[in-house]
């Protein structure tokens, strides 16, 4: 197969095993970007052209090949290139491009919701708190304003399991979920977004963002979640470089974007007063904050969904001696450790259920927590 992106698969090429995947990993056997794809496809019809969109980036983040989407939709290599590339048109006069046909815009559609109910199943079960609601609120204002919203909150509270979820749920072609690796400097961050809208990371940065502008349209909203990984980065001066380029992108597309970060971040943002921070700040008009602890109207519906109901503050439980309370334990975790501390305490409550084959209760969950708490104690001194 040839290396060039512009050269469609040949279905006749020898030098691999039928069956066989090509390329090293799934991303390689697309032999195109989100770029050529806006550019390609723009004369057909939006929903369609959507939905194949969609099916574009969502397989090159889920890990699936080229040649398996072909088969699941039921066309050919060739046949599904041309129509991502535009070079779908009409044998007899060469200049007429097609749309995308009916049979192929019906497979993708049952492709699609074959594959989100999958993730669904996948994914660690989601519970939808009101916390969750106002942040699929922040994104449907940012898509419907196309404008930046930020959201802002103390780690673990769920902000990203609530906006991973959002994508899921509305990722019809037009929601882009990108994750700042940590320390990342701007490189990192131009690559994490390229990789996100369907973008070769390859490139060098500035390549790599101006094939983002031309992969963006007004109607997408792009998900950039953990920003305040941008305050660790090596050079001091990165951040804003970072969070100038953030701006030069949506100055030229104009789409929603949601940044999602900490309190420490917002503190240090505005503290700044650096012209890059400003203008990016103030584009935003609506700022979300969810504040610094777990709130019990989140905890509530969460404890339920496990088969753990609300405790009194009088409740107390008692574990091989060591007496504690529900309630007091949850606060505190609601305050020192989130939404994560509390969740895998319900996860490991249930493994010690099922173990002894009893019913999830409350017992279980301050076991659980007990071992915990001893697992960061140190070691005593055995020598003496």
């Known amino acids: 197969m040839s290396k060039d992106d512009n050269t469609p698969p ?19 056997s697309w ?20 939905a194949m969109v969609w099916a574009f980036t969502w397989c090159i983040d889920r890990g ?14 060739n046949t599904i290139y041309k129509i991502y590339t535009g070079r779908h048109r009409n044998p007899q006069g060469r200049k007429e491009q097609y749309d995308i046909p009916d049979k192929l815009y019906r497979a993708v ?9 999958k993730a669904k199943l996948g994914e660690t079960e989601f519970v939808e708190t009101p916390t969750a609601r106002r ?41 882009l979920y990108a994750r700042v690796p940590s320390k990342a400097g701007l490189k ?52 804003f470089a970072c969070i100038e380029v953030i701006r030069e992108i949506y100055d030229e597309v104009e789409c929603g974007m949601m940044l999602s970060t900490t309190n420490v971040f917002r503190k240090q943002f505005e503290d700044a007063q650096k012209e890059e921070l400003e ?16 709130l019990t109207k989140d905890l509530k519906p969460i404890l339920a969904k496990s088969g753990l109901p609300w405790p009194k503050r009088s409740d107390r439980v008692e574990i091989a001696g060591v007496t504690d309370q529900p309630y007091e334990v949850l606060r505190n975790l609601s305050r020192e450790g989130g939404l994560k501390a509390i969740t895998e305490r319900i996860r490991y409550a249930r493994l010690i259920a099922d173990t002894a084959k009893k019913k999830l209760d409350w017992s279980h969950f301050i076991h659980a927590h007990i071992i915990i708490k001893k697992e960061e104690e140190e070691p005593e001194d055995d020598w003496s």
Request: hydrophobic letters at 35%; charged letters at 25%.
């Open 188 to 239: 990192g961050l131009v690559a994490a977004i390229a990789s996100a809208v369907g973008v070769s990371a390859k490139a060098d940065t500035p390549k790599m963002v101006e094939r983002i502008k031309k992969a963006l349209a007004a109607n997408h909203l792009l998900i950039i979640d953990e920003l305040h990984q941008l305050l660790y980065t090596y050079r001091k001066q990165s951040c």
């Open 64 to 77: 699936i090949w080229f040649e398996d989407f072909c088969k699941q939709v039921g066309y050919d290599k």
């Open 135 to 175: 942040i699929f609120k922040g994104c449907d204002i940012a898509r419907d304003s196309r404008t930046p919203v930020w959201l802002y909150g103390a780690s673990h509270l769920g902000k990203t399991w609530a906006l991973r979820q959002y994508t899921i749920e509305n990722n019809h072609g037009r929601t």
């Open 109 to 117: 559609l049952a492709f699609r919701k074959l594959e989100v109910k």
């Open 279 to 294: 203008q990016l700040f103030r584009r935003g008009v609506h700022k979300i904050q969810l504040g610094d602890i777990v």
């Open 10 to 28: 040949d279905d006749n090429d020898n030098t691999k095993q039928p069956g066989k995947h090509t390329g090293d990993v799934p991303r390689a």
């Open 31 to 50: 032999k195109f970007s989100a770029d050529t794809i806006q550019q390609g496809m723009s004369h057909c019809t939006p929903l369609k052209k959507e």
